[in-house]
Protein backbone atom coordinates (compact mmCIF):
# COMPACT_ATOMS: atom_id res chain seq x y z
CA UNK A 1 0.00 0.00 0.00
CA UNK A 2 2.29 2.40 1.28
CA UNK A 3 5.16 1.40 -0.92
CA UNK A 4 3.33 1.81 -4.42
CA UNK A 5 1.71 5.09 -3.24
CA UNK A 6 5.43 6.46 -2.89
CA UNK A 7 6.49 5.01 -6.37
CA UNK A 8 3.56 6.59 -7.82
CA UNK A 9 4.57 10.18 -6.19
CA UNK A 10 8.03 9.36 -7.15
CA UNK A 11 7.52 9.33 -10.94
CA UNK A 12 5.29 12.59 -10.55
CA UNK A 13 7.61 14.34 -9.24
CA UNK A 14 10.61 12.93 -11.02
CA UNK A 15 8.86 14.13 -14.29
CA UNK A 16 8.43 18.17 -13.12
CA UNK A 17 11.16 18.56 -10.52
CA UNK A 18 14.41 16.47 -12.42
CA UNK A 19 13.43 17.88 -15.76
CA UNK A 20 13.76 21.70 -14.09
CA UNK A 21 17.13 21.14 -12.78
CA UNK A 22 18.62 18.86 -15.87
CA UNK A 23 17.62 22.31 -17.91
CA UNK A 24 19.54 24.47 -15.14
CA UNK A 25 22.46 22.22 -15.51
CA UNK A 26 22.35 22.13 -19.20
CA UNK A 27 21.81 26.26 -18.80
CA UNK A 28 25.24 26.41 -16.79
CA UNK A 29 27.42 24.50 -18.93
CA UNK A 30 26.47 26.53 -22.07
CA UNK A 31 27.22 29.36 -20.15
CA UNK A 32 30.93 28.27 -19.94
CA UNK A 33 31.07 26.85 -23.48
CA UNK A 34 29.63 30.00 -24.80
CA UNK A 35 32.55 32.06 -22.77
CA UNK A 36 35.12 30.64 -25.31
CA UNK A 37 31.64 30.53 -28.14
CA UNK A 38 33.04 26.68 -28.25
CA UNK A 39 30.35 24.40 -28.46
CA UNK A 40 31.53 20.99 -30.65
CA UNK A 41 28.67 18.82 -31.45
CA UNK A 42 30.18 15.99 -29.64
CA UNK A 43 30.36 18.23 -26.56
CA UNK A 44 26.86 18.72 -26.70
CA UNK A 45 26.58 15.07 -26.94
CA UNK A 46 28.61 14.34 -23.75
CA UNK A 47 26.54 17.45 -22.00
CA UNK A 48 23.26 16.33 -22.78
CA UNK A 49 24.32 12.27 -21.32
CA UNK A 50 25.86 14.14 -17.69
CA UNK A 51 22.82 15.49 -17.02
CA UNK A 52 21.22 12.02 -17.55
CA UNK A 53 23.42 10.51 -15.03
CA UNK A 54 24.46 13.52 -12.73
CA UNK A 55 23.99 12.01 -8.94
CA UNK A 56 23.39 15.68 -8.17
CA UNK A 57 20.37 15.57 -9.51
CA UNK A 58 18.81 12.02 -10.74
CA UNK A 59 17.47 9.99 -9.30
CA UNK A 60 14.71 11.16 -6.57
CA UNK A 61 15.42 9.14 -3.58
CA UNK A 62 13.02 6.73 -2.77
CA UNK A 63 13.92 7.38 1.17
CA UNK A 64 13.90 11.03 1.00
CA UNK A 65 10.14 10.67 -0.46
CA UNK A 66 8.86 7.90 1.50
CA UNK A 67 9.26 9.86 4.93
CA UNK A 68 8.53 13.56 3.68
CA UNK A 69 5.21 11.39 2.75
CA UNK A 70 4.83 9.88 5.83
CA UNK A 71 5.58 13.37 7.51
CA UNK A 72 3.27 15.07 6.01
CA UNK A 73 0.30 12.57 6.46
CA UNK A 74 1.28 12.70 10.35
CA UNK A 75 1.23 16.25 10.76
CA UNK A 76 -1.52 17.40 8.47
CA UNK A 77 -4.72 14.58 10.40
CA UNK A 78 -7.29 17.05 8.37
CA UNK A 79 -5.96 15.40 5.02
CA UNK A 80 -4.30 17.06 2.08
CA UNK A 81 -5.21 16.95 -1.38
CA UNK A 82 -2.90 15.34 -4.21
CA UNK A 83 -2.03 18.62 -5.63
CA UNK A 84 -1.20 20.76 -2.19
CA UNK A 85 0.85 16.87 -1.20
CA UNK A 86 2.88 17.34 -4.72
CA UNK A 87 3.36 20.82 -4.39
CA UNK A 88 4.55 20.31 -0.89
CA UNK A 89 6.90 17.05 -1.75
CA UNK A 90 8.47 19.24 -4.92
CA UNK A 91 9.08 22.46 -2.90
CA UNK A 92 11.31 20.66 -0.52
CA UNK A 93 12.90 18.30 -2.97
CA UNK A 94 14.11 21.26 -4.87
CA UNK A 95 15.11 23.60 -1.81
CA UNK A 96 16.67 20.44 0.43
CA UNK A 97 18.58 18.64 -2.98
CA UNK A 98 19.73 21.32 -4.30
CA UNK A 99 21.48 22.45 -1.44
CA UNK A 100 22.96 19.32 0.62
CA UNK A 101 23.45 16.53 -2.16
CA UNK A 102 26.09 19.03 -3.51
CA UNK A 103 27.08 20.20 0.06
CA UNK A 104 26.73 23.91 -0.55
CA UNK A 105 24.27 25.81 1.97
CA UNK A 106 21.94 28.86 0.71
CA UNK A 107 24.24 31.64 2.69
CA UNK A 108 27.25 30.06 0.46
CA UNK A 109 28.20 31.22 -2.76
CA UNK A 110 31.22 30.63 -5.92
CA UNK A 111 33.83 33.00 -5.66
CA UNK A 112 33.02 34.03 -9.02
CA UNK A 113 29.36 34.88 -8.86
CA UNK A 114 30.89 38.13 -6.66
CA UNK A 115 31.28 41.39 -8.60
CA UNK A 116 34.65 43.38 -7.62
CA UNK A 117 34.75 46.81 -8.09
CA UNK A 118 37.07 48.31 -10.32
CA UNK A 119 37.44 45.07 -12.39
CA UNK A 120 39.84 43.63 -10.09
CA UNK A 121 41.55 40.84 -11.53
CA UNK A 122 41.18 37.36 -9.76
CA UNK A 123 45.26 37.46 -8.94
CA UNK A 124 44.51 40.31 -6.94
CA UNK A 125 41.61 39.20 -5.53
CA UNK A 126 43.65 36.57 -4.16
CA UNK A 127 45.82 37.97 -2.40
CA UNK A 128 43.89 40.41 -0.50
CA UNK A 129 42.12 37.34 0.85
CA UNK A 130 45.19 36.40 2.25
CA UNK A 131 48.65 35.93 2.72
CA UNK A 132 48.15 32.14 3.42
CA UNK A 133 47.23 31.31 -0.04
CA UNK A 134 50.19 32.80 -2.15
CA UNK A 135 51.98 29.31 -1.69
CA UNK A 136 48.87 28.06 -3.26
CA UNK A 137 48.50 30.46 -6.46
CA UNK A 138 49.56 28.19 -8.87
CA UNK A 139 46.48 26.12 -8.28
CA UNK A 140 44.60 29.21 -9.74
CA UNK A 141 46.92 30.01 -12.65
CA UNK A 142 45.77 26.23 -13.94
CA UNK A 143 43.55 26.21 -16.74
CA UNK A 144 40.76 24.43 -15.17
CA UNK A 145 38.36 26.13 -13.80
CA UNK A 146 39.38 26.53 -10.23
CA UNK A 147 36.73 27.44 -7.26
CA UNK A 148 36.39 28.63 -4.17
CA UNK A 149 33.95 28.67 -1.65
CA UNK A 150 32.93 30.53 1.02
CA UNK A 151 29.76 32.26 3.33
CA UNK A 152 28.30 35.30 2.19
CA UNK A 153 27.77 35.89 6.20
CA UNK A 154 31.45 36.42 6.32
CA UNK A 155 31.76 39.31 3.31
CA UNK A 156 32.22 42.70 4.85
CA UNK A 157 32.87 46.04 3.27
CA UNK A 158 35.90 48.19 3.49
CA UNK A 159 36.73 51.34 1.28
CA UNK A 160 34.61 50.16 -1.99
CA UNK A 161 36.12 46.34 -1.68
CA UNK A 162 34.91 43.40 -0.93
CA UNK A 163 37.02 41.49 2.00
CA UNK A 164 36.90 38.09 2.89
CA UNK A 165 37.89 36.50 6.41
CA UNK A 166 39.60 33.20 5.51
CA UNK A 167 37.74 31.53 8.31
CA UNK A 168 34.87 31.25 5.73
CA UNK A 169 36.55 29.78 2.70
CA UNK A 170 37.95 26.66 1.02
CA UNK A 171 39.73 26.09 -2.18
CA UNK A 172 37.82 23.50 -3.67
CA UNK A 173 39.75 20.90 -5.54
CA UNK A 174 38.84 17.90 -8.22
CA UNK A 175 39.87 14.44 -9.04
CA UNK A 176 42.41 15.75 -11.68
CA UNK A 177 44.59 17.34 -8.32
CA UNK A 178 45.63 13.82 -7.70
CA UNK A 179 49.25 14.79 -7.87
CA UNK A 180 48.74 17.73 -6.01
CA UNK A 181 47.01 15.68 -3.12
CA UNK A 182 49.40 13.10 -3.32
CA UNK A 183 52.65 15.85 -2.73
CA UNK A 184 50.40 18.26 -0.47
CA UNK A 185 49.06 16.01 1.87
CA UNK A 186 51.69 13.10 2.79
CA UNK A 187 51.15 13.34 6.67
CA UNK A 188 49.19 9.97 7.86
CA UNK A 189 47.97 9.92 11.71
CA UNK A 190 49.79 6.55 12.31
CA UNK A 191 52.83 8.30 11.89
CA UNK A 192 51.95 11.17 14.39
CA UNK A 193 54.36 12.28 16.69
CA UNK A 194 54.05 15.16 19.20
CA UNK A 195 57.55 15.55 19.94
CA UNK A 196 58.19 16.26 16.26
CA UNK A 197 54.86 18.71 16.42
CA UNK A 198 56.23 20.77 19.36
CA UNK A 199 59.66 21.28 17.33
CA UNK A 200 58.17 22.80 14.58
CA UNK A 201 57.69 19.42 12.22
CA UNK A 202 54.69 20.57 10.01
CA UNK A 203 52.04 17.95 9.24
CA UNK A 204 49.39 17.80 6.21
CA UNK A 205 46.55 15.82 6.85
CA UNK A 206 44.03 14.52 3.85
CA UNK A 207 40.94 12.70 5.56
CA UNK A 208 37.71 11.83 4.94
CA UNK A 209 34.38 13.48 6.84
CA UNK A 210 32.74 10.81 8.76
CA UNK A 211 30.13 12.58 11.00
CA UNK A 212 29.10 16.69 11.56
CA UNK A 213 28.11 16.72 15.01
CA UNK A 214 25.76 19.24 16.55
CA UNK A 215 27.00 22.98 17.71
CA UNK A 216 27.74 22.81 21.87
CA UNK A 217 29.31 24.95 23.61
CA UNK A 218 33.00 25.84 24.16
CA UNK A 219 35.06 23.37 26.21
CA UNK A 220 38.20 25.78 25.69
CA UNK A 221 39.01 29.07 27.36
CA UNK A 222 38.05 32.43 24.88
CA UNK A 223 35.63 30.34 22.78
CA UNK A 224 31.96 30.10 23.25
CA UNK A 225 30.20 27.47 21.00
CA UNK A 226 32.22 24.62 19.04
CA UNK A 227 31.20 22.14 16.36
CA UNK A 228 33.33 18.90 16.22
CA UNK A 229 33.99 17.34 12.32
CA UNK A 230 34.84 13.48 12.81
CA UNK A 231 37.38 12.24 10.21
CA UNK A 232 38.95 9.26 8.89
CA UNK A 233 42.71 9.52 7.71
CA UNK A 234 43.34 8.11 4.07
CA UNK A 235 46.44 7.25 4.54
CA UNK A 236 46.04 4.96 7.47
CA UNK A 237 42.12 4.97 8.17
CA UNK A 238 42.50 6.16 11.31
CA UNK A 239 40.36 8.52 13.24
CA UNK A 240 40.60 12.34 14.50
CA UNK A 241 38.71 15.59 15.50
CA UNK A 242 38.40 18.64 14.00
CA UNK A 243 37.19 21.40 16.03
CA UNK A 244 35.75 24.66 14.60
CA UNK A 245 35.00 27.43 17.08
CA UNK A 246 32.54 30.68 16.95
CA UNK A 247 32.69 32.00 13.94
CA UNK A 248 34.60 29.41 12.22
CA UNK A 249 31.35 27.59 12.61
CA UNK A 250 30.38 29.29 8.93
CA UNK A 251 32.59 26.76 7.23
CA UNK A 252 30.44 23.74 8.01
CA UNK A 253 28.25 24.80 5.23
CA UNK A 254 30.80 24.38 2.96
CA UNK A 255 31.01 20.99 2.87
CA UNK A 256 29.00 17.81 3.82
CA UNK A 257 29.95 14.67 4.88
CA UNK A 258 31.59 12.19 2.84
CA UNK A 259 33.76 14.68 1.21
CA UNK A 260 37.18 14.81 1.11
CA UNK A 261 39.00 17.69 3.32
CA UNK A 262 42.89 18.70 3.28
CA UNK A 263 43.99 20.16 6.32
CA UNK A 264 46.79 22.19 6.13
CA UNK A 265 48.89 22.95 9.66
CA UNK A 266 46.61 22.63 11.94
CA UNK A 267 47.28 22.98 15.57
CA UNK A 268 47.16 19.30 17.09
CA UNK A 269 46.31 18.51 20.61
CA UNK A 270 47.01 14.22 21.38
CA UNK A 271 44.75 13.31 23.67
CA UNK A 272 45.71 10.00 24.36
CA UNK A 273 47.61 7.78 22.05
CA UNK A 274 46.11 8.12 18.48
CA UNK A 275 43.34 10.16 19.46
CA UNK A 276 44.21 13.65 18.22
CA UNK A 277 42.50 16.76 17.87
CA UNK A 278 42.82 19.32 15.07
CA UNK A 279 42.12 22.51 15.29
CA UNK A 280 41.65 25.59 12.82
CA UNK A 281 44.50 28.38 13.12
CA UNK A 282 45.95 31.70 11.50
CA UNK A 283 48.38 29.23 9.94
CA UNK A 284 45.42 26.65 8.98
CA UNK A 285 43.91 26.20 5.29
CA UNK A 286 41.37 23.96 4.59
CA UNK A 287 40.63 21.91 0.89
CA UNK A 288 37.87 20.49 0.08
CA UNK A 289 37.11 17.46 -3.06
CA UNK A 290 33.10 17.51 -2.88
CA UNK A 291 32.16 13.64 -3.40
CA UNK A 292 29.87 14.84 -5.96
CA UNK A 293 32.72 15.87 -8.23
CA UNK A 294 34.72 12.90 -8.11
CA UNK A 295 31.28 10.73 -8.88
CA UNK A 296 31.05 12.77 -12.04
CA UNK A 297 34.63 11.78 -13.10
CA UNK A 298 34.81 9.63 -16.07
CA UNK A 299 37.52 7.77 -14.69
CA UNK A 300 35.87 6.90 -11.10
CA UNK A 301 36.28 3.72 -11.25
CA UNK A 302 39.77 3.83 -10.51
CA UNK A 303 39.62 5.27 -7.75
CA UNK A 304 36.75 2.05 -6.53
CA UNK A 305 39.44 -0.21 -7.04
CA UNK A 306 42.66 0.77 -5.64
CA UNK A 307 42.42 0.77 -2.22
CA UNK A 308 45.90 2.66 -1.89
CA UNK A 309 43.96 5.79 -3.50
CA UNK A 310 43.59 9.10 -1.03
CA UNK A 311 40.73 9.48 -3.98
CA UNK A 312 39.01 5.55 -3.07
CA UNK A 313 35.74 6.47 -1.38
CA UNK A 314 33.69 3.42 -1.31
CA UNK A 315 36.35 1.88 0.74
CA UNK A 316 34.91 -0.65 3.42
CA UNK A 317 36.02 1.47 6.27
CA UNK A 318 33.67 4.33 5.75
CA UNK A 319 30.35 4.97 6.46
CA UNK A 320 28.56 6.17 3.25
CA UNK A 321 26.16 8.94 3.19
CA UNK A 322 22.64 6.98 1.92
CA UNK A 323 20.64 10.40 1.98
CA UNK A 324 19.71 10.14 -0.96
CA UNK A 325 20.31 7.16 -2.21
CA UNK A 326 17.91 6.73 -5.27
CA UNK A 327 16.46 2.61 -4.63
CA UNK A 328 14.29 1.96 -1.55
CA UNK A 329 16.81 -0.13 1.16
CA UNK A 330 14.62 -3.79 1.53
CA UNK A 331 16.18 -5.64 5.17
CA UNK A 332 18.10 -8.50 2.96
CA UNK A 333 19.78 -5.35 0.96
CA UNK A 334 20.40 -2.85 3.54
CA UNK A 335 24.23 -1.49 3.35
CA UNK A 336 26.80 -3.06 5.76
CA UNK A 337 28.18 0.70 7.33
CA UNK A 338 26.54 3.43 6.29
CA UNK A 339 24.48 6.72 7.57
CA UNK A 340 21.42 8.31 6.41
CA UNK A 341 19.51 4.99 5.75
CA UNK A 342 15.87 4.68 5.74
CA UNK A 343 13.78 1.65 6.15
CA UNK A 344 9.98 1.06 5.83
CA UNK A 345 8.42 -1.93 7.96
CA UNK A 346 6.47 -3.38 10.52
CA UNK A 347 6.94 -3.39 13.89
CA UNK A 348 7.49 -7.33 15.08
CA UNK A 349 8.76 -6.79 18.85
CA UNK A 350 9.23 -3.61 21.12
CA UNK A 351 11.56 -4.38 23.89
CA UNK A 352 11.55 -3.31 27.54
CA UNK A 353 13.82 -0.13 28.60
CA UNK A 354 17.48 -1.41 28.91
CA UNK A 355 19.22 1.86 30.24
CA UNK A 356 22.79 2.19 29.51
CA UNK A 357 25.17 4.00 31.58
CA UNK A 358 27.37 6.64 29.34
CA UNK A 359 29.44 9.72 30.35
CA UNK A 360 28.18 9.30 34.33
CA UNK A 361 24.15 9.78 32.43
CA UNK A 362 21.79 6.97 32.29
CA UNK A 363 20.59 6.98 28.71
CA UNK A 364 17.13 5.17 27.34
CA UNK A 365 17.43 2.22 25.07
CA UNK A 366 15.03 0.37 23.14
CA UNK A 367 15.51 -2.65 20.49
CA UNK A 368 12.50 -3.18 18.35
CA UNK A 369 12.38 -5.60 15.13
CA UNK A 370 10.88 -4.90 12.34
CA UNK A 371 10.13 -6.77 9.01
CA UNK A 372 9.57 -6.78 5.32
CA UNK A 373 8.79 -8.79 2.54
CA UNK A 374 12.39 -9.86 2.65
CA UNK A 375 13.29 -10.45 6.00
CA UNK A 376 13.37 -8.98 9.76
CA UNK A 377 16.13 -7.09 11.84
CA UNK A 378 16.47 -5.71 15.35
CA UNK A 379 17.36 -1.61 15.41
CA UNK A 380 18.59 -0.38 18.58
CA UNK A 381 17.04 3.13 19.10
CA UNK A 382 18.44 5.26 22.04
CA UNK A 383 16.85 7.84 23.89
CA UNK A 384 13.73 10.38 22.89
CA UNK A 385 13.37 8.15 19.89
CA UNK A 386 13.29 4.80 21.67
CA UNK A 387 10.70 6.14 24.29
CA UNK A 388 8.89 7.29 21.51
CA UNK A 389 8.72 3.84 19.66
CA UNK A 390 7.68 2.11 23.00
CA UNK A 391 4.40 3.59 22.24
CA UNK A 392 4.05 1.86 18.91
CA UNK A 393 2.23 -1.68 18.54
CA UNK A 394 2.99 -4.52 17.32
CA UNK A 395 1.27 -4.43 13.77
CA UNK A 396 2.18 -1.12 13.02
CA UNK A 397 4.43 0.20 9.79
CA UNK A 398 6.65 3.34 10.65
CA UNK A 399 9.65 4.79 8.50
CA UNK A 400 12.79 5.10 9.88
CA UNK A 401 15.17 7.84 8.55
CA UNK A 402 18.64 8.81 9.57
CA UNK A 403 19.80 5.00 10.88
CA UNK A 404 22.85 4.04 10.95
CA UNK A 405 24.47 0.40 10.28
CA UNK A 406 27.86 -1.36 10.91
CA UNK A 407 29.41 -4.26 11.83
CA UNK A 408 29.59 -5.27 15.49
CA UNK A 409 33.21 -7.43 16.97
CA UNK A 410 31.52 -10.83 15.66
CA UNK A 411 30.68 -9.45 12.00
CA UNK A 412 26.85 -9.07 12.33
CA UNK A 413 25.35 -6.17 11.04
CA UNK A 414 23.90 -3.04 13.42
CA UNK A 415 21.33 -1.22 12.89
CA UNK A 416 21.40 1.62 15.29
CA UNK A 417 19.16 5.43 15.94
CA UNK A 418 19.58 8.30 17.67
CA UNK A 419 18.76 12.02 18.04
CA UNK A 420 22.19 12.65 17.27
CA UNK A 421 22.57 10.45 14.32
CA UNK A 422 19.46 12.71 12.79
CA UNK A 423 16.85 9.47 13.23
CA UNK A 424 13.07 10.41 12.43
CA UNK A 425 10.33 8.25 12.65
CA UNK A 426 7.09 8.24 11.54
CA UNK A 427 4.07 5.92 12.25
CA UNK A 428 2.57 5.60 9.30
CA UNK A 429 -0.46 3.59 10.68
CA UNK A 430 -1.20 6.46 12.70
CA UNK A 431 -1.20 8.83 10.61
CA UNK A 432 -5.05 9.49 9.91
CA UNK A 433 -4.17 12.15 6.92
CA UNK A 434 -4.40 9.05 4.99
CA UNK A 435 -7.63 8.06 5.95
CA UNK A 436 -8.45 11.86 5.86
CA UNK A 437 -7.32 12.39 2.37
CA UNK A 438 -10.37 11.53 -0.70
CA UNK A 439 -7.92 10.87 -3.50
CA UNK A 440 -5.91 7.83 -1.15
CA UNK A 441 -9.55 6.72 0.48
CA UNK A 442 -9.97 6.35 -3.45
CA UNK A 443 -6.83 4.41 -4.73
CA UNK A 444 -6.29 2.71 -1.39
CA UNK A 445 -9.71 1.45 -0.02
CA UNK A 446 -10.35 -2.33 0.00
CA UNK A 447 -13.31 -3.90 0.61
CA UNK A 448 -13.57 -6.40 4.00
CA UNK A 449 -13.48 -9.23 1.54
CA UNK A 450 -10.77 -8.88 0.28
CA UNK A 451 -8.93 -7.97 3.57
CA UNK A 452 -10.08 -11.46 4.27
CA UNK A 453 -8.95 -13.49 1.46
CA UNK A 454 -5.18 -11.66 1.69
CA UNK A 455 -4.77 -12.06 5.18
CA UNK A 456 -5.66 -15.75 5.06
CA UNK A 457 -2.70 -16.14 1.78
CA UNK A 458 0.64 -16.30 1.84
CA UNK A 459 0.93 -12.37 0.37
CA UNK A 460 2.65 -9.97 2.30
CA UNK A 461 -0.06 -8.05 2.67
CA UNK A 462 -1.68 -7.16 6.24
CA UNK A 463 -1.90 -3.59 6.59
CA UNK A 464 -5.19 -2.07 4.53
CA UNK A 465 -7.72 1.05 4.85
CA UNK A 466 -11.23 0.27 5.04
CA UNK A 467 -14.36 1.46 4.92
CA UNK A 468 -16.76 0.07 7.35
CA UNK A 469 -19.02 0.18 9.51
CA UNK A 470 -20.29 -0.63 13.90
CA UNK A 471 -22.26 -3.79 13.86
CA UNK A 472 -21.48 -4.02 17.85
CA UNK A 473 -18.22 -4.60 20.37
CA UNK A 474 -17.10 -6.70 22.93
CA UNK A 475 -14.69 -5.85 26.08
CA UNK A 476 -12.47 -8.33 27.16
CA UNK A 477 -12.79 -9.42 30.72
CA UNK A 478 -9.36 -8.20 32.09
CA UNK A 479 -7.16 -5.53 33.28
CA UNK A 480 -6.88 -3.46 30.05
CA UNK A 481 -10.51 -3.58 29.04
CA UNK A 482 -9.87 -3.81 25.33
CA UNK A 483 -12.67 -3.56 23.28
CA UNK A 484 -13.52 -5.78 20.69
CA UNK A 485 -15.11 -4.12 17.53
CA UNK A 486 -17.52 -6.08 15.03
CA UNK A 487 -16.99 -3.97 11.59
CA UNK A 488 -18.61 -4.80 8.36
CA UNK A 489 -19.60 -3.47 5.19
CA UNK A 490 -21.84 -4.54 2.17
CA UNK A 491 -18.97 -7.86 1.41
CA UNK A 492 -17.92 -9.32 4.76
CA UNK A 493 -17.27 -8.81 8.47
CA UNK A 494 -14.47 -9.27 11.24
CA UNK A 495 -13.81 -8.61 14.87
CA UNK A 496 -11.05 -6.10 15.21
CA UNK A 497 -8.84 -4.68 18.73
CA UNK A 498 -8.96 -1.51 19.08
CA UNK A 499 -5.50 -0.22 20.56
CA UNK A 500 -4.36 3.10 21.55
CA UNK A 501 -7.48 5.79 22.08
CA UNK A 502 -9.25 4.60 18.91
CA UNK A 503 -11.98 3.18 21.24
CA UNK A 504 -11.92 6.47 22.91
CA UNK A 505 -12.01 7.95 19.37
CA UNK A 506 -14.99 5.94 18.30
CA UNK A 507 -17.08 7.48 21.30
CA UNK A 508 -15.82 10.92 21.08
CA UNK A 509 -17.24 10.69 17.72
CA UNK A 510 -20.42 10.53 18.75
CA UNK A 511 -20.60 14.12 20.14
CA UNK A 512 -22.13 13.49 23.40
CA UNK A 513 -18.81 12.40 25.53
CA UNK A 514 -16.45 15.45 26.37
CA UNK A 515 -15.73 14.58 29.61
CA UNK A 516 -12.19 12.16 29.77
CA UNK A 517 -12.71 8.92 29.03
CA UNK A 518 -11.29 6.34 32.11
CA UNK A 519 -11.39 2.85 31.21
CA UNK A 520 -14.72 2.53 33.86
CA UNK A 521 -16.53 5.16 32.17
CA UNK A 522 -15.81 3.68 28.72
CA UNK A 523 -17.37 0.12 29.99
CA UNK A 524 -20.26 2.09 31.72
CA UNK A 525 -21.32 3.70 28.42
CA UNK A 526 -20.66 0.57 26.23
CA UNK A 527 -23.31 -1.42 28.48
CA UNK A 528 -26.19 1.37 28.81
CA UNK A 529 -27.87 2.45 26.39
CA UNK A 530 -26.49 5.12 25.05
CA UNK A 531 -24.20 3.13 22.87
CA UNK A 532 -26.69 2.32 20.68
CA UNK A 533 -26.10 5.26 18.77
CA UNK A 534 -22.81 4.09 17.49
CA UNK A 535 -24.27 1.15 15.81
CA UNK A 536 -24.68 1.62 12.73
CA UNK A 537 -21.50 4.11 12.27
CA UNK A 538 -19.31 4.48 9.37
CA UNK A 539 -15.60 5.00 9.87
CA UNK A 540 -12.61 4.73 7.91
CA UNK A 541 -10.15 2.49 8.97
CA UNK A 542 -6.26 1.54 8.83
CA UNK A 543 -6.36 -2.37 10.21
CA UNK A 544 -3.40 -4.51 10.41
CA UNK A 545 -3.73 -8.24 10.18
CA UNK A 546 -1.45 -9.75 13.00
CA UNK A 547 0.57 -13.20 13.16
CA UNK A 548 -1.70 -14.20 15.83
CA UNK A 549 -5.05 -14.16 13.30
CA UNK A 550 -6.53 -11.43 14.74
CA UNK A 551 -7.43 -7.65 12.99
CA UNK A 552 -5.89 -4.66 14.87
CA UNK A 553 -7.63 -1.05 14.71
CA UNK A 554 -4.58 1.43 13.76
CA UNK A 555 -6.40 4.41 13.59
CA UNK A 556 -9.85 5.74 12.65
CA UNK A 557 -11.68 8.94 10.99
CA UNK A 558 -15.24 9.20 11.45
CA UNK A 559 -17.72 10.47 8.75
CA UNK A 560 -18.61 13.74 9.54
Known amino acids: MFEQLVDDYRCMISNNVLELFKKRQANLSLQEDNKENIIPKAKMGDMKENANEDPETDPLSWGWLSARMAEIYVYCPQGQNELLSLSELETRWKAESADERIGIAKNFCLMDSLCFPNNTESKTVDMILDQRFIKYEHLFEEKVNRRVRFNRSGLSRRNSRLILQTENLIIILTSADESFIEREFPSSISEFSITDFYKGRVYNFWTRVVHIENEEPANYPGFYKQIRINLRDMSSSMTATLILFDLQMNMIDL ?63 YLVDYKFHADRFYINNMPLQG ?73 LTEVVGDVSYGTLIYNVSLATGWLATNTLRRHLHVPLKNIIKLSNSALYVDHFITHVSIAGWNIKNDSKSIIIWHLQDNTGEILAEAVGSVSEDILRSTGHYHQKLTKPLIRSILGNSQSTILKGKWLWCCLSFLKSGKYQINAIKTES
Request: hydrophobic share 30%.
Open 255 to 317: FKMGDFLGIHMPYIEERSPGDLVFMYTDCTTLFCLPLSELIKDPNVKKFKNDPKSKLNFQDKS
Open 339 to 411: INVTLFGRIDSISENCKQEYNGCSIDMYVIKISDKTGGTNVTLWGSIGRTTSQYYIGQYIVLEGLRTFKDMNG
